[in-house]
């Protein structure tokens, strides 16, 4: 209560003193209430959607996706590369900065990419395929393959999970066990700590050197000069409240819309509602304890699945839903494939029992982490427990808040001493949309995964698929992934929906905001 009154209050006192300063005296500046509590500061330590958000605020990358999701040139001037693909040589733009005015070097861009190849998918992936990188002079670097790898230019523009942002050497080369004490970085805004009140209120504002591209905005690529000269988030976990304020014009995009309001927003003339990107929800299964440490209990809970029961029960209309997604990656994506997918598109129960005795199963308790405070994050838990009972499975539901889950579900321990046998959870479809991308997916043996899958199969058809050049070869390689997929079950797809945001019908360019990624910069009002 005090939160929401003190931020009330901010709200209301920006607002009237705003109204009083001489025109050329006010400040641009853009209030979008975030969909989390800003926490980490350091995207290179987490891969929390709201800390990646942060991450592309203040730091930029060397290249980045457009909107059709090609890799572009962002702090790169230019590339070439060996025929073989094993030399690469990449030149910086010239005159890049970080916001203290300090140049940005090729060593920075090194020692960034080393942080980054030892945390990412992808660029553990390239370390396997041999990948060193070294400077050359203070703009030109240099990557060396002892194998081609077929996915440089994608590892290097990936947006999501651990996004390769560039930081500064001496901060780059800091242990990766914690998250950096320090924020630098040369994208498009400065962080204002000074103003920072964790639980209430995170500022940005623009960073005076900042180099943009001349090209304009897409995706996460082109220019990412701001038009505001002040970035507010503000954290409003009270729905209510954060719709009343959007309302009254007190802040001007509500970054993810809870579905409850989806329907009312619709018709308000004030309000645009709008799409937010493709999500799919997880069903993440601990592999370690029984009953999910069989494969046939795992494809059990998959057979008795209904993806459309899951995205109803989250809240979503049937416009923002796919009813049926036969893919472990997004439909509509470039990796959609039904390979596998036949034994579960439609549910049957009187199978899923019939697999869940072949497992063993004697009905003992099983522990199902239900979050209290993400509201579809809870209906996706009840209806996942429903799910459950309806094979006969003794669900033992266990409430906390969504932090609380993020702790308990890195624990090992066995189910009845304190740990877990399910949690629930969703994804961008930058975490979901390829076998190196998708976190369940890409999770090689020994990982340090919540639930920590382990299928050496799919261990190697990842590696071909990754390896492969030949486009026909890599499509089949990815069906046979896939089919594996569906036979180890690293998790259930609980299916696909659209998220939405909700912004003020009068702010200027809401068509470039791309899969709920944080493209304020093409914002304007």
């Known amino acids: 209560m005090t939160r929401r009154l003190l931020t009330a209050l901010a709200l209301g006192t920006l607002a009237v003193s705003a109204a009083h300063l001489p025109a050329a005296a006010q400040t641009k500046t853009l209030r979008v209430v975030a969909h989390a509590d800003v926490k980490i500061l350091d995207p290179t330590f987490t891969t929390a959607y709201i800390s990646r958000n942060f991450g592309y605020m203040v730091y930029d990358t060397l290249y980045a996706q457009d909107a059709t999701g090609k890799p572009q040139p962002q702090m790169v001037e230019k590339h070439t590369s060996s025929k073989d693909g094993k030399q690469w040589t990449i ?175 619709r018709t308000d003339s004030n309000i645009k509602v709008g799409s937010g990107g493709a999500y799919q929800g997880f069903l993440v299964l601990n592999h370690l304890f029984p009953p999910f440490n069989n494969a046939k209990a795992r494809q059990a809970l998959a057979m008795a699945t209904s ?97 609380s889950i993020g702790a308990r579900r890195a624990k090992k321990d066995a189910p009845e001493s304190g740990g877990w046998n399910m949690y629930v959870t969703v994804a961008g479809e930058f975490d979901v949309n390829s076998p190196i991308s998708n976190a369940y997916l890409s999770a090689a043996c020994g990982n340090s995964l919540p639930g920590w899958p382990c299928d050496k199969q799919l261990d190697e058809l990842r590696t071909a698929w990754i390896k492969e050049t030949n486009p026909a070869r890599r499509k089949e390689l990815l069906d046979a992934f896939q089919t594996r997929a569906y036979e180890a079950i690293p998790y259930v797809n609980a299916g696909q929906y659209s998220a939405a945001y909700a912004a003020r019908a009068s702010l200027k360019g809401l068509d470039k905001l791309w899969s709920g990624m944080p493209v304020v910069w093409a914002l304007d009002k």
């Open 91 to 265: 030149t910086l733009r010239p005159g890049l900065k970080f916001s203290d005015g300090s140049p940005v070097t090729a060593a920075d861009a090194v020692a960034s990419l080393q942080r980054w190849a030892a945390r990412d998918s992808l660029g553990r992936a390239m370390t396997g395929a041999g990948a060193e990188w070294k400077a050359v002079d203070a703009r030109t670097f240099s990557l060396t393959l002892n194998e081609p790898f077929g996915m440089v230019l994608d590892a290097l523009a990936k947006p999501s999970g651990f996004p390769p942002v560039v930081l500064p050497e001496r901060l780059a080369k800091m242990p990766a066990t914690a998250p950096l004490p320090e924020v630098l970085g040369s994208g498009p805004f400065v962080f204002k700590r000074d103003e920072w009140v964790p639980g209430n209120k995170a500022v940005f504002v623009r960073n005076p050197n900042y180099l943009p591209r001349s090209e304009p905005p897409s995706g996460l690529a082109g220019s990412k000069k701001s038009n505001f000269d002040r970035v507010e988030w503000l954290y409003l976990p009270d729905s209510n409240s954060a719709i009343a304020a959007l309302k009254r014009g007190e802040v001007d995009i509500i970054e993810q819309l809870p579905p409850d309001y989806i329907a009312p927003l």
């Open 307 to 403: 993806q459309d029961k899951f995205t109803a029960g989250m809240g979503y209309p049937l416009d923002m839903r796919v009813t049926y997604c036969a893919t472990y990656f997004i439909c509509g994506g470039p990796n959609e494939t039904a390979a596998g997918a036949e034994p579960y598109r439609k549910p049957d129960i009187a199978k899923a029992k019939a697999l869940l005795a072949e497992s063993g199963y004697k009905g003992e308790k099983v522990v199902l982490l239900v979050p209290t405070d993400v509201t579809y994050l809870n209906a996706e838990a009840l209806v996942a427990a429903q799910t459950m009972r309806s094979i006969g499975i003794n669900v033992d539901m266990q409430n906390s808040d969504w932090a």
